[in-house]
Structures are given as structure tokens and as C-alpha cells.
């Protein structure tokens, strides 16, 4: 059982969770892959090879896209009356330096690995998928979909809860009900993650007070939904590097 509940991350690491996925394979063992609240980009990268996908209807998967970003500071260095200028014994010396605006060719350069990249993942969902690669383009280009629509697509299997997909995977495997045990294998928290943990079982607790309290448990839920809120959002910035792209043009309610 592959449990996935992820936004997706760098080419590097969804590549090499996709290969351990093909090694079990290989062992003769098969992967049923069971998609959360979210199982898109990098998320659906790793399990594109699995036997089965199971998805919940409101499952937000796909994101079949790469995307790549260099940040120079050359324009706001320019306000500032700051430039830079140097000598270079190749077209590339200094390509990537930050106080530079990005050249043509490095921008090509660029432009091209991920074109690359972004060729690869079609191929990995259309092998996966037993699509052509056209017809994986059609779907792809990041645009995200609903499990059901994805059902539609051809790019999820079934439509399901994390049970329906472990009773799956034993029938895959030759198993009867009652002949099985599921054990949940699960990252170990680190301190700060414990100590968020432990807040939020207070928060319930307190939640959970009579009326009679007065004016105390409204501001405690109120309290307990905004850091709810917060942490709901914490919870998507998962990518190895730290990096994230933010759309300073788009308007989120």
C-alpha cells in the first residue's frame, strides 16, 4: 500500500520514491496507491507505475506540469542606483548571478531542462497509464482535477477510501478478509512537531467545555479555529528545498 497525501516536491525525490515504487514491483510484490486529500504533481509522479490508484471523489490529484524559476534582483538593484559589470572568459561566467538580469541563453537553457523534465513526466503517466503520450498532454499541462474527474480521465483507477484500497491490494495479493493485518508505517515527529500536536489536543479539550463558561469558549474557538487555519497552510509547504512559487496576481478568498 502506497498512501500518498501530498502536493508533490523537486523532480529529484518524487524520481526516487518512483524507482523504490518499481523495485517492489519488481520483487513480485504489487503497489495499489491510495490518493488522500492530495496526491498531485510529484505526488501523482510517484505512483503513476502503481497496479491500482485509488482516489477519493474529492481528492485534488493531477498536476501534471514542471515549472522552474531563477530570481535575479537587477530591476529593484536598479532603483537603488546599484549595478554590477565584470569580465567573463565564457558566455556563461556569471550566468546566474542575482544582481544580473538572466541572459537569453541561460534563459533557453533553462527553458529546456524543464521542457525535458516535463517530456519525462508525460512519458512516466503514459507508461503508467497505458495512455499515449498525446493523450496524457491532453490532461496534463499542471492543470489539477477532482478523483472523479480523474476517474473520467483514465488517471486514477477507482474511487475509494484508504480501506476500500487496502481490500484491494489483498485480493491483489491472494488474501482473504481476516487472513491480513494492516500496520501503518509513519514518520517519526520531531520535537516541534509533538509540541503542535499537544496544542491541538489542548484546543480540542478545551473546545469541547459547557456553555456555561461564559465568554470563555467562544474566544477559545476562535482562537482554535485561526490556528487551525494556520496550520492547515503549514501543512502544504512539504517541498525538501523550501522553495514555493506564490502568484502575486491571484486573489484567494
Known amino acids: ?30 503497489v495499489i496507491a491510495s490518493y488522500g486529500t492530495v496526491a498531485a504533481s510529484g505526488g501523482y509522479w510517484i505512483s503513476a507505475n502503481a497496479d491500482e490508484i485509488w482516489a477519493q471523489p474529492e481528492t485534488i490529484t493531477g498536476s501534471i506540469g514542471i515549472f522552474g524559476m531563477i530570481v535575479t534582483f537587477d530591476q529593484s538593484l536598479d532603483m537603488l542606483g546599484v549595478h554590477t559589470d565584470g569580465v567573463g572568459t565564457t558566455r556563461l561566467a556569471g550566468a546566474f ?46 492543470r489539477v482535477w477532482s478523483g472523479e474527474t480523474a476517474l473520467e480521465l483514465g488517471l486514477v483507477d477507482h474511487l475509494g477510501g484508504l480501506d476500500d484500497a487496502v481490500k484491494a491490494a489483498a485480493q491483489k495479493a491472494g488474501l482473504e478478509e481476516g487472513d491480513y493485518g494492516v500496520r501503518h508505517v509513519q514518520e517519526q515527529l520531531d520535537p516541534f512537531e509533538n509540541l503542535i500536536v499537544e496544542i491541538l ?35 502544504w509547504l512539504k517541498d525538501p528545498k523550501g522553495a514555493y512559487a506564490i502568484c502575486m496576481h491571484c486573489k484567494v478568498n
Not at 202 to 216: C, E, F, I, S
Open 1 to 30: 500500500m502506497l498512501r500518498i497525501d501530498s502536493p508533490g516536491g523537486s523532480v529529484f525525490a518524487s524520481e526516487v520514491i518512483r524507482q523504490a515504487v518499481l523495485d517492489v514491483q519488481e520483487a513480485g510484490k504489487p
Open 97 to 142: 548571478d542575482l544582481t544580473r538580469p538572466l541572459s537569453p541563453m541561460v534563459a533557453d537553457l533553462v527553458q529546456s531542462s524543464i521542457e525535458h523534465g516535463y517530456g519525462k513526466f508525460l512519458s512516466i503517466v503514459a507508461e503508467g497509464r497505458s495512455m499515449s503520450v498525446e493523450a496524457v498532454d491532453a490532461v496534463a499541462q499542471g
Open 201 to 235: 489536543e489542548q484546543a480540542q479539550v478545551r473546545g469541547m467545555l459547557p456553555d456555561n463558561m461564559g465568554q470563555t469558549v467562544p474566544v477559545v474557538a476562535d482562537i482554535q479555529g485561526r490556528f487551525m487555519t494556520a496550520m492547515e497552510e503549514l501543512q
